[in-house]
């Protein structure tokens, strides 16, 4: 139901804008969420945004570098990724909240899409 986009292969610095499409229903009335999983690794929360836009939370080590925003006619989630780093490296996804305020918490996500990978070089 959620399709992540617009990963890709950049080097370090460079910027991406991923994108979360619902391919069915509507999560206009939920907080949305980010994570991410990097090989060998636990999958890690990223960034979160309430469900009319007013309030976002960001895990420390992408503060400041990342940005969330919805657009909430076309149903999208986006996710702008600046001056990135080899530690960014990881497939991200993205995840409705069954709440309609943001959390870091995983419990708090009940519908996760596929993700998409990006990949980070020095």
């Known amino acids: 139901q959620l399709q992540a986009s617009g990963g890709g292969s950049v080097q370090a610095g460079g910027s991406l804008r991923l994108s979360c499409a619902a391919s069915?229903?509507?999560?206009?009335?939920?907080?949305m969420g980010w994570f991410r999983q990097a090989p060998g690794k636990e999958r890690e929360f990223v960034a979160t945004?309430?469900?009319?836009?007013?309030?976002?939370y960001y895990a420390e080590s992408v503060k400041g570098r990342f940005t969330i925003d919805r657009d909430n006619a076309k149903n999208m989630v986006y996710l702008q990724m600046n001056s990135l780093k080899p530690d960014d490296t990881a497939v991200y996804y993205c995840?409705?909240?069954?709440?309609?305020?943001?959390?870091?918490?995983?419990?708090?996500?009940?519908?996760r899409g596929q993700g998409t990978q990006v990949t980070v070089s020095s």
């Open positions: 069915r229903g509507t999560f206009s009335n939920n907080a």
């Open positions: 945004i309430d469900w009319n836009g007013g309030s976002t």
């Open positions: 995840a409705a909240n069954r709440y309609s305020r943001g959390s870091s918490s995983q419990n708090d996500y009940v519908y």
